[in-house]
């Protein structure tokens, strides 16, 4: 059975997506170092075309994985991903769920080019019954060809999904590569399946273990790729030096040892 990306009224949902603030993407996508150089009037014209996408993906569940985007419209999604929290949060306001991006990788061989030539011919066949005559101006302003599009699609799959290659097994978990900033968060890369775990690259058999890739400078100190038997290490992805120290490229603002609450996190 074909995973949905919702199980909200569509058009509570439809709504939703017209209602985004998404403002913050095209000021970054505007900008001409960090982004793409596009004035305001193309920026604007292209968070239309994004929000257009998002919809039929809602309005054509069956076909959300088949539906090509152009290269401008994925550009503008994938600004809109870097910003993990407020993408995370408009994926959970809109949808109740997290909308994956998929993009190709390997080689694109003659298979592929044949099924992106379907995939554009289904989505001609979807945006015209939506626009009519103007399903090329919605699309993105290009003709709908398999050479304008992205190499990339949004994967639906089951709610509560988990992010950034984890298996998650406890509640109340953080992600890859943000700040954390609360009580029992758990990291990435690794499956959590114990209370007060840690965390990547070990197999740690021990309450308030640490974190592997670190110089580490202190006593009761564990060590990467290893098992870790002591209590209280140090952690990852710095040099420590001090007891008890906090995690490399996060912001701890709690002190870790509470038992997690069985859950899963909500996959946009």
Known sequence: MQARLTTKPERDVIAAIQSLDLDAVKVRI?????GEGWT???????????KTYLTMLVKHPDDAEDILLSKDVDEFWHTHILQTRKYAEDCQSVFGNFLHHEPHVGERTAADLE???AMAERTRGLYAREFGDAQDAAWSGHAIKAEHAAYSAASIRPQNAAYSGASIRAGNAA???AAIRTEKAAYCGAAIGTEKAAYCGASIRTEKAA??????????????????????????????RTEKADSSKTALHAKLGHSAQPGLLAAI
């Open 211 to 240: 974190y592997c890739g670190a110089a580490i400078r202190t006593e009761k100190a564990a060590y990467c790729g290893a098992a870790i038997r002591t209590e209280k290490a140090a952690y990852c992805g710095a040099a420590i």
């Open 115 to 117: 099924k992106r030539a």
């Open 175 to 177: 992600y890859c590569g």
């Open 30 to 34: 505007m900008d001409a170092e960090l």
């Open 40 to 50: 305001r009037e193309y920026a604007d014209s292209i968070e239309a075309a994004y």
